[in-house]
């Protein structure tokens, strides 16, 4: 029988006869009703391969168009419909920014990767921007190139990796400022992807030179390397499983798209390899550790693939294509604790349009309405496993997992601990310092619910200040200007 099917019809065929007994075969994807989409928003057009957006269970990140600079916006999950045209940015970069990584230990820290070689990391207040930002927490420099990947250490507080087009990668203690290990002979060219593995003990990328490399950051050496990962000039993408091996997506010698499966131990032969398509849309991918499940969105595609990874051949079972009419600019993906578990909602993604973003709901079926365990084992919160000091010096730590049981809820003290361990609100504190000793004294044991507001309303008067300043900059700017027309 498979002599009379072609090679692809027999790829379906086998991924179909594997996939009959897997939970998420009948996963289906539904975007969301028109109103709860978020339109008008001019989206960067700015030629990089990365995802453009970036989501957590309060806000959505967007890089957006911005005339003599680069910015990105900000806003509140429930802030759905139109959004005016005068709505606050973060728009604190001299050039385009090309990538924006949300921190996974504090949902109001928020990193971005620039076009100008710096990257910068933002505080953002509780309840969103009320005025754009152009001050940055910090600002970390060292790149002599744009800098085009940022991302988070998956569990140590305040290790951020960054990888420029000057081929480095640096790895920064965000608290400090400083960049604590720098990675520069590694990669002869640019690097397309970097990603940590589940206990950020090791990174995986992908390069322009065709390798993709296993590198444990901290003693600065590469454990596995694999030339010609996929033969194809275009670029790869390469990411970590949960369980140590890494998956990666390119294109072959005939400009195929193809995923492939590596163990790191032994990688010199593939544990498998799938060609899909001709597109030439960089096949962005998705994964989520709990259900070993990987998304792939193509930029420029219209559709999402997703596909199961297990131990058994084929190894990546196919399980369905979602499909829609307008190709995608770009995608953010929701971590598990944003999602909603009564739904049996078990991915969200953020679709980005010319004009707008539109959250698209992945869903398993199923008839009963009690809490399903099965689709939502533990997962990872928000609670850094370790100090960045810690990390430095050797230590190891996994995730630390919370249960969905009754739907995730941000704890009460979750921010202000991290503000009070966190060196990243060390700047504001200063400040305010200066401007509300009555404050802090009239108050001595403020609860958290009036500590909280104080801690905004600061910030806000902050960032009024900096306004007016650069306003007044602005206006003696102009004015020498009309003197000099005058003369």
Same mark, same amino acid.
């Given at each position: 029988?498979?002599?009379?099917?072609?090679?692809?019809?027999?790829?379906?065929?086998? #991924?179909?006869?594997?996939?009959?007994?897997?939970?998420?075969?009948?996963?289906?994807?539904?975007?969301?009703?028109?109103?709860?989409?978020?339109?008008?928003?001019? =989206?960067?057009?700015?030629?990089?391969?990365?995802?453009?957006?970036? =989501?957590?269970?309060? #806000?959505?990140?967007?890089?957006?168009?911005?005339?003599?600079?680069?910015?990105?916006?900000?806003?509140?999950?429930?802030?759905?419909?139109?959004?005016?045209?005068?709505?606050?940015?973060?728009?604190?970069?001299?050039?385009?920014?090309?990538?924006?990584?949300?921190?996974?230990?504090?949902?109001?820290?928020?990193?971005?990767?620039?076009?100008?070689?710096?990257?910068?990391?933002?505080?953002?207040?509780?309840?969103?921007?009320?005025?754009?930002?152009?001050?940055?927490?910090?600002?970390?420099?060292?790149?002599?190139?744009? =800098?085009?990947?940022?991302?988070?250490?998956?569990?140590?507080?305040?290790?951020?990796?960054?990888?420029?087009?000057?081929?480095? &990668?640096?790895?920064?203690?965000?608290?400090?400022?400083?960049?604590?290990?720098?990675?520069?002979?590694?990669?002869?060219?640019?690097?397309?992807?970097?990603?940590?593995?589940?206990?950020?003990?090791?990174?995986?990328?992908?390069?322009?030179?065709?390798?993709?490399?296993?590198?444990?950051?901290?003693?600065?050496?590469?454990?596995?390397?694999?030339?010609?990962?996929?033969?194809?000039?275009?670029?790869?993408?390469?990411?970590?499983?949960?369980?140590?091996?890494?998956?990666?997506?390119?294109?072959?010698?005939?400009?195929?798209?193809?995923?492939?499966?590596?163990?790191?131990?032994?990688?010199?032969?593939? &544990?498998?390899?799938?060609?899909?398509?001709?597109?030439?849309?960089?096949?962005?991918?998705?994964?989520?550790?709990?259900?070993?499940?990987?998304?792939?969105?193509?930029?420029?595609?219209?559709?999402?693939?997703?596909?199961?990874?297990?131990?058994?051949?084929?190894?990546?079972?196919?399980?369905?294509? #979602?499909?829609?009419?307008?190709?995608?600019?770009?995608?953010?993906?929701?971590?598990?604790?944003?999602?909603?578990?009564?739904?049996?909602?078990?991915?969200?993604?953020?679709?980005?349009?010319?004009?707008?973003?539109?959250?698209?709901?992945?869903?398993?079926?199923?008839?009963?309405?009690?809490?399903?365990?099965?689709?939502?084992?533990?997962?990872?919160?928000?609670?850094?496993?370790?100090?960045?000091?810690?990390?430095?010096?050797?230590?190891?730590?996994?995730?630390?997992?919370?249960?969905?049981?009754?739907?995730?809820?941000?704890?009460?003290?979750?921010?202000?601990?991290?503000?009070?361990?966190?060196?990243?609100?060390?700047?504001?504190?200063?400040?305010?310092?200066?401007?509300?000793?009555?404050?802090?004294?009239?108050?001595?044991?403020?609860?958290?619910?009036?500590?909280?507001?104080?801690?905004?309303?600061?910030?806000?008067?902050?960032?009024?200040?900096?306004?007016?300043?650069?306003?007044?900059?602005?206006?003696?700017?102009?004015?020498?200007?009309?003197?000099?027309?005058? &003369?």
């Amino acid at each position: 029988m498979s002599e009379s099917l072609t090679g692809s019809e027999r790829q379906e065929d086998m #991924f179909r006869r594997v996939v009959r007994q897997s939970k998420f075969r009948h996963v289906f994807g539904q975007a969301v009703k028109n109103d709860q989409c978020y339109d008008d928003i001019r =989206v960067s057009r700015v030629t990089w391969d990365s995802a453009f957006c970036a =989501v957590n269970p309060k #806000f959505v990140a967007i890089i957006v168009e911005a005339s003599g600079g680069g910015a990105f916006m900000v806003l509140p999950l429930q802030k759905s419909g139109r959004i005016d045209k005068a709505y606050p940015t973060v728009c604190g970069h001299t050039g385009p920014v090309l990538d924006i990584d949300w921190c996974p230990h504090n949902d109001q820290v928020i990193a971005s990767g620039s076009e100008d070689c710096t990257v910068m990391v933002w505080q953002i207040p509780e309840n969103g921007l009320v005025t754009s930002m152009s001050e940055p927490v910090v600002v970390l420099e060292g790149h002599s190139k744009r =800098v085009g990947i940022i991302t988070w250490h998956p569990t140590a507080r305040n290790i951020l990796l960054s990888a420029g087009c000057d081929n480095v &990668i640096f790895i920064w203690n965000v608290g400090t400022g400083e960049s604590m290990i720098t990675l520069e002979d590694m990669h002869p060219d640019i690097i397309f992807s970097a990603c940590w593995n589940r206990n950020g003990s090791l990174i995986c990328t992908a390069c322009k030179d065709k390798r993709i490399r296993v590198i444990d950051p901290r003693k600065e050496e590469i454990i596995a390397e694999k030339d010609k990962a996929h033969e194809g000039a275009r670029p790869m993408r390469a990411i970590f499983l949960s369980d140590g091996k890494v998956f990666t997506t390119g294109f072959s010698r005939m400009s195929e798209r193809q995923l492939a499966l590596w163990d790191p131990n032994n990688i010199d032969e593939a &544990i498998s390899v799938h060609e899909m398509d001709t597109s030439n849309g960089v096949l962005l991918p998705f994964y989520d550790p709990d259900t070993n499940v990987v998304y792939l969105c193509g930029k420029g595609d219209s559709s999402i693939r997703y596909f199961e990874i297990t131990d058994e051949a084929p190894y990546v079972h196919y399980l369905s294509t #979602f499909t829609t009419k307008e190709p995608q600019r770009g995608m953010g993906y929701m971590p598990k604790r944003g999602l909603d578990v009564n739904k049996c909602e078990i991915a969200r993604f953020y679709k980005l349009h010319e004009r707008k973003c539109e959250p698209i709901i992945m869903t398993v079926p199923r008839k009963s309405d009690l809490f399903q365990d099965d689709l939502y084992p533990d997962t990872a919160g928000p609670e850094a496993a370790l100090e960045a000091e810690d990390w430095f010096e050797g230590k190891n730590g996994d995730p630390i997992p919370i249960s969905l049981k009754h739907g995730y809820v941000p704890g009460k003290n979750r921010d202000l601990k991290v503000v009070k361990k966190n060196i990243l609100d060390n700047k504001m504190s200063k400040n305010t310092e200066n401007t509300a000793p009555a404050i802090k004294t009239a108050t001595s044991t403020p609860s958290i619910k009036s500590e909280a507001k104080q801690d905004e309303l600061l910030k806000e008067m902050k960032s009024l200040r900096e306004l007016v300043s650069s306003q007044e900059k602005r206006i003696a700017k102009l004015e020498e200007q009309l003197s000099k027309m005058d &003369i």
